[in-house]
């Protein structure tokens, strides 16, 4: 299939204190093959560009037990009407961080800065998928640490020096899955990484 980019351009990019290029907007006019073999009209397309992203469920088996983290974001609180913003910047997540090395070394260094945890066994990959495909090119990296129980875990973690404020939350499975349920828990890749989690152990049960 055929593609046709042109006049592509960079109209902002958001840069750390350090300088570097953390996200940017991307703006090109594209064509593409159609399934009927023409090519479409040329429009104008946007791509959010941030990289790929890492995330880890923590899992403990021996008191089914999941680790999630909670804190602000400022994305969460503009969706909603100014009226009813109070309260709802913050939201429960599997731990994650901005692929900038391997995607189990950045798990591992993600658990222990945002929840202390330091994790020395294996990891599952669960799956990668794009974020919202209409929009960005973000790719998401799940991974699975399958632990027998939890020890070390901070009530309060995060890096100060990038103003992260993390407070952390141990959770029985099962309520997990009714906060997927009844909308306490709202963040893809979480939702994401529970359902995975509760399709290998009711292979695992059955076996």
């Avoid at 945002?114 to 794009?130: D, P, V």
């Avoid at 129980?149 to 029985?172: F, M, N, Q, S, V």
Wanted: aromatic letters at 8%; proline letters at 4%.
């Amino acid at each position: 299939m055929r593609v046709k980019v042109s006049n592509r351009s960079t109209p902002y990019a958001f840069h750390s204190p350090h300088g570097q290029v953390l996200f940017r907007m991307e703006e090109a006019e594209v064509s593409h093959e159609r399934f009927d073999g023409r090519m479409s009209p040329t429009s104008v397309r946007v791509n959010f560009s941030r990289g790929d992203s890492v995330a880890v469920l923590l899992y403990a088996g021996d008191t089914d037990e999941i680790v999630l983290v909670e804190q602000f974001r400022y994305p969460v609180y503009a969706s909603h009407p100014e009226s009813e913003r109070a309260e709802r910047g913050w939201i429960l997540e599997t731990v994650a961080g901005i692929k900038d090395a391997g995607g189990p070394d950045v798990a591992r260094r993600e658990l222990l800065e945002e929840t202390g945890y330091a994790l020395s066994g294996a990891l599952e990959h669960l799956t990668t998928a794009y974020v919202s495909p209409g929009g960005t090119s973000e790719r998401v990296e799940l991974y699975l640490a399958h632990v027998s129980k939890l020890e070390g875990i901070r009530k309060h973690a995060g890096l100060e020096a990038e103003t992260e404020d993390i407070r952390t939350h141990t959770i029985p499975f099962a309520e997990a899955l009714r906060m997927v349920a009844d909308g306490r828990i709202v963040d893809s890749k979480t939702i994401i990484a529970l359902y995975m989690l509760k399709e290998r152990l009711e292979g695992r049960r059955e076996t």
